[in-house]
């Protein structure tokens, strides 16, 4: 990304104000999507216009886990698989926040699967952005529940036997109000989507397929971060409005992307204070 300069001729990031400079340079591995998120995620705060000042992120434990420690704005980082649910603590005891919870699909789907799942269905107002790479990065290469069928993991040296999930599926068969699935290639339309999502109220889940160089790439013999780019690029189909039912990933298939879902449901907190007026009035 370009700098910019100050008047004193000093070089800056242009993205400064959104980001904690004095933690720069991440951690993240050559050629990992989750740089490309972040910025995304920046751009859209930008361009929902959204008081920062109402915005908090939470993230769990993993590489996608460590976002919350890069963005200048109000930050838990959490503990394994219950960044939901410190969000729903967050958005229920100050309902006029936004919360995005920024994390990877092992802290989110196997862990973290079980806060998922209720938050949707109770339509918690949060965005879930969940960077999908197949695999458990940071702890070793293990396999994930997002690994494909067939694919190496650390644990699975004979290829993976599970049937992975569909994070589309889950989440709007919950009750997810909005539900997207872009590649980190995809920035401009990931960006768009972000800041769509931020927007909308009720649970969102923004689903961002990912490379992982060093693990997942290599030991499935794919090549490096930008062979994982051109393979999206060459494999990845828009297809809004798609039945989730429809959305699985296979090893080295098609990979259909877009926005899937967007419907208008009450929040839990909207909800719940039409409980109470109506418990209040038959009092």
């Not at 995304?40 to 930008?46: G, I």
Request: hydrophobic share 40%; proline share 5%.
């Amino acid at each position: 990304m370009a700098t910019l300069k100050t008047k004193s001729n000093e070089l800056i990031h242009p993205m400064e104000h959104l980001l904690r400079m004095d933690r720069i340079p991440h951690i993240w591995c050559p050629g990992c999507g989750i740089g490309t998120a972040v910025t995304a995620f920046a751009s859209a705060l930008e361009k929902s216009k959204i008081d920062l000042d109402k915005v908090c992120i939470v993230s769990g434990i993993g590489c996608t886990g460590r976002v919350a420690g890069y963005v200048k704005l109000d930050s838990f980082h959490t503990t394994h698989g219950r960044a939901i649910a410190f969000a729903t603590g967050i958005t229920l005891g100050n309902p006029d926040l936004k919360v995005v919870v920024f994390s990877g699909d092992g802290d989110l789907i196997s862990i973290g699967g079980n806060h998922f799942i209720h938050a949707a269905r109770r339509n918690i107002n949060m965005l879930v952005i969940c960077v999908n790479n197949f695999i458990y990065a940071m702890t070793g290469g293990q396999v994930a529940p997002t690994t494909p069928l067939s694919a190496y993991a650390t644990t699975s040296p004979f290829g993976c036997v599970e049937p992975p999930f569909n994070i589309p599926y889950i989440a709007d068969s919950s009750g997810a109000v909005y539900v997207a699935r872009w590649t980190a290639l995809h920035i401009r339309r990931l960006t768009n989507s972000m800041a769509e999502a931020l927007n909308k109220p009720g649970f969102s889940v923004i689903e961002v397929i990912s490379p992982c160089a060093m693990y997942y790439s290599r030991i499935n013999k794919l090549g490096d971060g930008l062979d994982m780019m051109k393979f999206y690029h060459d494999n990845s189909e828009i297809k809004h409005g798609e039945d989730t039912k429809n959305l699985d990933i296979g090893f080295q298939t098609k990979i259909t992307v877009g926005k899937f879902v967007d419907r208008e449901r009450p929040t839990y907190t909207e909800s719940y204070k039409k409980w109470l007026s109506e418990i209040k009035r038959k009092k």
